[in-house]
């Protein structure tokens, strides 16, 4: 009982002693010069910008919606702060929003580009705004939407873009997935389109597999479903392989043939991995004819070069590249 007496006293001595009474007095000054700077504040007239959701109503089961109206609004209001605080604090439990009727701007045609006016737009600006509140701006400023009646064909897919991989690497195949989309456009459009392009891209340096979601070429009036494709791309690497391959003599006269030694080269060649086991010796051609040898200048040597080099190779070396060589005088009748 005495140690709450106690605590009493302390809290009284505090809050009511003489550096407590300044600080109170202090207190209650500032809060009546807030309350003036409130009352001044929002009799003054402001400027705020406020955001106001879209949406489009009524749109009939065969209509499709090509080019849809903006999600938001960006308006600037002006008005006396007091109006403008009310407007904030309705609007947190309403959210600003602005419907509009289909029915009231339907062409009757069967597509149309419909566009907004800007005296309409303030008009139903007075749904959601004071009758003493001015519309400074509001963005963006031209509305429209465009529609048709279900008119489409469906087209294929085709790529805009390119893929590229590392040195080490090349492009195995590529799949669209899918192949091809419904387009939905007018019919003076719909009649002179053939295929739909992706946007134009460039993805570099690949090594592996991968599957990358592309975006379709937007245009004016026109909808696709979907409106992104998906590319896979598969990727292979190259690897080296070493054949050899027989040194043959061509067009030697009868009673003369070429022998080299060693006989045969080494081919040592950078191919795909999907083609190694199908290159083999018989895919080269290591020879030289009768009329390079005798021009030839070497006392004994020969070098080598292929006559044919199969698509899909590259870095082809021949080992040894010189070789030994002589023209062998042979016996026609005995080989006959």
């Not at 963006?140 to 529609?147: E, G, K």
């Not at 008119?151 to 590529?174: C, D, E, H, M, W």
């Not at 460039?202 to 409106?227: F, N, R």
Request: proline share 5%; hydrophobic share 40%; net charge neutral.
């Amino acid at each position: 009982m005495a140690r709450s007496k106690r605590i009493y006293k302390q809290w009284t001595r505090l809050l009511f002693g003489t550096k407590s009474h300044e600080l109170l007095v202090f207190c209650f000054f500032l809060a009546v010069s807030f309350g003036f700077w409130l009352l001044q504040a929002l009799n003054e007239t402001l400027e705020r910008e406020v955001q106001v959701s879209l949406n489009l109503d009524n749109v009939p089961p065969d209509v499709v919606i090509i080019d849809s109206l903006p999600p938001t609004l960006s308006v600037v209001i002006y008005d006396r702060g007091l109006t403008i605080a009310r407007h904030s604090i309705s609007s947190f439990f309403q959210p600003n929003r602005l419907e509009i009727d289909f029915t009231k701007c339907e062409t009757k045609k069967n597509e149309a580009e419909v566009y907004i006016s800007a005296a309409d737009v303030r008009r139903m600006f007075g749904q959601i705004f004071a009758p003493t509140t001015k519309i400074q701006s509001y963005s963006p400023d031209t509305l429209r939407f465009s529609y048709n009646h279900g008119l489409s064909r469906t087209l294929p897919v085709k790529l805009a873009g390119s893929f590229k991989a590392t040195s080490q690497n090349y492009i195995q195949s590529i799949q669209i997935e899918p192949d091809s989309v419904r387009v939905f456009a007018p019919v003076a459009m719909l009649d002179t389109m053939h295929s739909v392009y992706t946007e134009d891209f460039l993805i570099d340096g690949l090594h592996e597999a991968g599957s990358y979601h592309v975006g379709l070429h937007k245009q004016k009036l026109i909808k696709y479903e979907p409106e992104e494709i998906n590319i896979k791309v598969n990727v292979g690497y190259y690897t080296e392989k070493t054949v050899r391959v027989p040194i043959i003599g061509l067009n030697f006269p009868a009673g003369r043939k070429l022998r080299t030694f060693p006989a045969q080269a080494s081919i040592t060649f950078r191919v795909e991995s999907g083609r190694y086991h199908q290159m083999t010796a018989d895919d080269f051609v290591l020879a030289t004819t009768y009329e390079e040898l005798m021009d030839n200048t070497a006392d004994s040597k020969l070098l080598l070069h292929l006559k044919t080099v199969p698509e899909g190779v590259s870095n082809v070396r021949i080992s040894p590249m010189e070789v030994d060589y002589l023209i062998e005088q042979v016996n026609v009748q005995a080989n006959e």
